[in-house]
């Protein structure tokens, strides 16, 4: 698998916008069965600055990055 690094400014997911790192992200082609699974990539928090969570808003489509004790603190939605 090839591994390439971008800018993170450059890394959009579609629907939802750029994600938000402050540093450059590593960037690297999915293997076939995961792909064929509908994975298009993964997201490690870690990477996405000092913060230790990444918070996916669904309804909104939108992703954020926060403190664990932040986003353990935010409401969950329910189901349907």
Do not use: F, K, Q, Y
Request: glycine share 12%.
């Amino acid at each position: 698998m090839s591994v390439l690094e971008t800018d993170s400014a450059a890394l959009r997911l579609i629907g939802w916008g750029a994600l938000p790192a402050r540093s450059p992200l590593l960037v690297g082609a999915l293997p076939e069965p995961l792909r064929r699974l509908g994975i298009a990539g993964v997201v490690a928090p870690g990477l996405c600055g000092a913060a230790n969570a990444l918070v996916l808003d669904m309804p909104r489509a939108h992703v954020r990055a926060l403190d664990a004790l932040t986003a353990a603190e935010l409401p969950h939605g329910s189901p349907g």
